[in-house]
């Protein structure tokens, strides 16, 4: 008997909305990390709109597809951020162009 491939749903954004009502500390930490989830995002969003794989960027970038895998994985982490350099090279390899800005800060209502 074969097992049939059964992926689980599941939906991060519903799954820290339903978090963050239950558990306050959770809701710190999850909004504590909303620039990383937001630069990914844009990471993400930027390789998607050039249509490129992990590996095809790799190869634009003259690095390997790890590398790239690092590059998107450490925003959430913290402790390795890519450098600017980086950044600006990830978004040539993509077609774009690095932009960084600062807007005012939205207070949130308790």
């Known amino acids: 008997m074969s097992e049939?491939?059964?992926?689980v749903a599941f939906n991060p954004r519903a799954?820290?909305?339903?978090?963050s009502k239950r558990?306050?500390?959770?809701?710190?930490?999850?909004?504590?990390?909303?620039?990383?989830?937001?630069?990914?995002a844009e990471l993400l969003r930027a390789r998607q709109r050039a249509g490129l794989t992990q590996t095809e960027?790799?190869?634009?970038?003259?690095?390997?597809q790890p590398v790239v895998a690092r590059i998107e994985?450490?925003?959430?982490?913290?402790?390795?951020?890519?450098?600017?350099?980086?950044?600006?090279k990830?978004?040539?390899a993509c077609g774009q162009r690095l932009?960084?800005?600062f807007e005012p800060k939205q207070e949130h209502a308790a």
């Open 57 to 64: 960027l790799a190869e634009r970038m003259g690095v390997s």
């Open 90 to 92: 990830y978004a040539d």
């Open 23 to 40: 558990d306050p500390a959770f809701r710190e930490a999850y909004d504590g990390m909303a620039d990383e989830f937001a630069a990914l």
């Open 4 to 7: 049939k491939y059964n992926p």
């Open 73 to 88: 994985g450490s925003i959430g982490s913290r402790k390795h951020a890519p450098s600017l350099a980086t950044l600006r």
């Open 15 to 19: 799954f820290a909305e339903e978090a």
């Open 99 to 101: 932009v960084i800005r």
